[in-house]
């Protein structure tokens, strides 16, 4: 198993830990922070980019996690990204929004116990 396997499974295995009753929203969860394009470094840029940089940044970091709600999800992600979202698992947009102001947190903290971001595979 190479590294970005291994990368995808604890990614996978932290937003199942997370998500248990909404396993569709966990596979959605994963692409934002592992499989999507840039995984979770364009994660935390996108929040940067969007105005909530520090709160990202302290879910990453080793301190405590500053709590974010979800209207500020929804100026991160954009709102188009959470109808898409929410259209993929059957929820309403307000649901999950205010699921991933609580999960979002809790899953990028996991991912990054060491307060750093993993380090990407390198090129083939």
């Known amino acids: 198993m190479g590294l970005l396997d291994s990368l995808k499974q ?7 830990k997370f998500t248990g009753d909404h396993p569709q929203l966990g596979s959605e969860i994963s692409d934002l922070v592992h499989t999507g394009p840039g995984g979770l ?3 935390v840029q996108q929040f940067h980019a969007n105005g909530l ?3 990202i940044q302290s879910w990453v970091s080793t301190g405590p996690n ?5 209207q500020q999800i929804q100026q ?3 709102s188009d990204k ?14 999950v929004s205010q699921k991933l102001s609580t999960l979002l947190p809790q899953i990028v903290n996991h991912l ?10 390198a090129a083939k």
């Open 41 to 43: 470094s364009a994660l």
């Open 112 to 121: 990054t116990p060491n307060g750093q971001l993993p380090a990407a595979p």
């Open 53 to 55: 940089g520090s709160v």
């Open 66 to 70: 500053q709590p974010i709600t979800a």
């Open 76 to 78: 991160a992600l954009g």
């Open 82 to 95: 959470v109808k898409q979202i929410a259209a993929r698992v059957g929820l309403d947009p307000n649901v």
């Open 10 to 16: 604890e990614a996978m295995g932290a937003v199942s």
